[in-house]
């Protein structure tokens, strides 16, 4: 199954991303050293919630090193 990213963090590039790594949220909070609560926020489709945030660049750039790391971008 190929799995395109679009640029950038988006909540769809980063359930992507969960899913290419084959880690939960649980798991992925805990690599990025942030809580499961802002893993499930970053990944609210609804930009407009008061529920969604935005990922910082320092989190998303450390997903795309795990990408790299684990080879499967």
Known sequence: MKLNFEVGY?????????????????ALARLLGVSERQVRRWLVEDLESAIHADMK?????KVLALLATANVV
């Open 10 to 26: 988006t909540p769809t590039n980063l359930r992507l991303a969960i899913t290419k790594l084959g880690v939960t949220q649980a």
């Open 57 to 61: 660049l320092s989190q998303w750039l």
